[in-house]
Each structure stands twice: as structure tokens, then as C-alpha cells.
């Protein structure tokens, strides 16, 4: 069920109607050997896999590049792309987890340790519910120990960005690598301002550009003011990444910044545990949890 706030649409269910993004194709280097990443052992590239093409499957290829890998694709209507591409959309995923772990948050009482493993695995939840139709797929066959199977893999030739803005950004980060089975991380550090509530930023390990048809995680857990959030997407946007292929994923956020974030970066998507009402006048989220990298790390 969603319901639209100005041009912001919530979206608590997932209706068959949800709007799903194809993910672009960009050139890898098909001769890369065979991938341990994460703990997850991937097979050898595409080309040395029997060709297995289902339905709503695209191949992509081109003069630099003679073998071809296929991706799964959601074929989006004319309908759904002029929505994902004028609105902003809201995600709040109707988990018992995910409201249980937020329920654990908000508790004055949580001590630090039990703070991060409850944020670790909101970020955990979300991120599995963002990565739905948005994850590049190989597909073949293989030899299983009693027969041939058809079979589909994550492709680790392109990992997805997570960028967790620091420092309450890397509790909630601190799965991705368990559920995604290739990753790239990448670090940004910005401060707020006591009193102007202006982001500064202190850290930007981002790269110079990313591969064209990146997908990127930017991982925040408190979308209060919008500010830093805000300008974290401003640099990501400045290196490359269009609107469509950034998703924010953040434990609780208020309507002060997704508003700011509708305006800015429309066709953007969010992830969030739960959506508050107000932000308080020192930019905290009320009710909210409180200073999330405080508690995460006992300081």
C-alpha cells in the first residue's frame, strides 16, 4: 500500500505494480579469472557457461567486447519508467524484523553493543529488500553431483558501491558484505554543525568516477535535517552515478529530509526502517533513537 506525500510516494507493501528499474549493461573484462569475494566462490566468466536464456533475460554486447554475459532485467513499462523517473519513492519494508529491531533502537535502555548488532541487521533487512530486480545476473548450466542444472549467479564482475557515511553509517553497513556477494566500500565522513546543522565534510575516500551503470548503496541511518545526506548524493552524482541507480538505506528518517531528497534527486529510491514524524530545532528525529553514532560505539 503506498500513499503519496506532496511528490514523495511511501510505499509500505509491495504491490505487483511497484515500480522495478533495468539495470544498465557496462563493458567488464570477460577474460577475468575465476572470483573469491566475500566468502562466496563464483565460477569462471560467462563465456566458459552453456548459454541459458529464460524469459525477460537481455544479453549485452558489443565491439569491445566479444563474449556476452546476460542480465536479468525487469522490462519496465512506459508507465512505471515516467513514475521512477519523476518521483522520488520511499520504501518502507512491512518486516516483524525490521519493527522489531527499530523497537530495540528507540529503547533508552539498549546498551551500546546490543545498539549496533540491532543496527547491523536493520541494515542487513534493508538491504536484501533494496536489492530485489536490482542485482546484475549470470546465467548457464553446471554439473551438479546428480545432474545437469540451470543456474543463475550474482555477477562479481560488477560489485555494487556501498558508501556508509561516517561513523554511524558503518553499524549500519556492517552486513553488507554478508548478503551481497560482491562488494566495493568506499568511505565518506561528514560532520554536522551543533548549531547551523550544516554538513562538513571531513573524509572522502570516493574514487575520481565510478564505471558507468554503477549500483550504489549510500548507507545513512538517521535521514533527519537532509543535509548530509544531501550532500553525500551531490558528490556521488558529481562522480557519475545517476539518481536511478543510488538507493539510501537508513534505520529512520523524517520528513524534513525526504523532502529535500524529492526535490533534489528525483527517481531516487529509499530504504527505511520506519518514517517519524518531526525533527526537533538541534536536528534530532523525535521520537527517533537518539544520536545513532553515539550509541553505536559507547561514546
Not at 505494480?17 to 573484462?29: A, E, L, V
Not at 541494515?123 to 536489492?131: D, F, I, K, P, Q
Not at 554478508?178 to 554536522?192: D, E, N, Q, V, W
Request: positive net charge; charged residues 20%.
Amino acid at each position: 500500500m503506498a500513499c503519496r506525500v506532496s511528490n514523495i510516494n511511501y510505499l509500505r507493501a509491495y504491490p505487483p505494480s511497484t515500480p522495478r528499474f533495468s539495470p544498465k549493461c557496462h563493458h567488464q573484462n570477460p577474460n577475468s579469472p575465476p572470483l573469491l569475494l566475500n566468502n562466496y566462490f563464483f565460477p569462471p566468466p560467462p563465456s566458459t557457461l552453456k548459454p541459458h536464456l529464460p524469459k525477460k533475460m537481455m544479453s549485452c554486447s558489443s565491439a569491445l567486447r566479444r563474449s556476452f554475459v546476460t542480465v536479468k532485467s525487469h522490462m519496465a513499462t512506459t508507465e512505471e519508467t515516467s513514475i521512477s523517473e519523476d518521483r522520488m519513492l520511499v520504501f518502507v519494508p512491512p518486516h516483524p524484523l525490521i519493527k522489531h529491531w527499530v523497537s530495540v533502537l528507540r529503547n533508552e535502555q539498549t546498551p551500546s553493543p546490543i545498539f549496533r548488532n540491532a543496527m547491523a541487521e536493520i541494515g542487513r533487512l534493508l538491504m536484501y529488500e533494496a536489492s530485489r530486480d536490482w542485482l546484475p545476473m549470470v546465467t548457464g548450466e553446471i554439473q551438479s553431483p546428480m545432474g545437469v542444472a540451470s543456474v543463475e549467479f550474482i555477477d562479481p564482475r560488477e560489485p555494487v558501491a556501498v558508501i556508509p557515511i561516517l561513523r554511524a553509517g558503518l553499524a549500519l553497513a556492517e552486513h553488507a558484505s554478508s548478503i551481497l556477494p560482491a562488494t566495493k566500500t568506499y568511505h565518506l565522513g561528514i560532520s554536522r554543525d551543533e548549531e547551523t546543522l550544516q554538513p562538513t565534510i571531513y573524509l572522502n575516500k570516493l574514487p575520481d568516477t565510478f564505471p558507468e551503470g554503477s549500483r550504489v548503496f549510500v548507507v545513512d541511518p538517521m535521514l533527519a535535517t537532509g543535509g548530509t545526506i544531501v550532500a553525500s548524493l551531490q558528490l556521488i552524482k558529481e562522480r557519475g552515478v545517476e539518481n536511478q541507480q543510488i538507493k539510501v538505506i537508513s534505520a529512520v528518517a523524517a520528513p524534513p529530509a525526504l523532502q529535500k531528497l524529492s526535490e533534489k534527486f528525483p527517481g531516487l529510491h529509499v530504504y527505511t526502517g520506519i518514517i517519524d514524524p518531526t525533527v526537533n530545532d538541534k536536528g534530532f528525529i523525535i521520537p527517533g533513537l537518539g544520536d545513532a553514532g553515539d550509541r553505536s560505539f559507547g561514546t
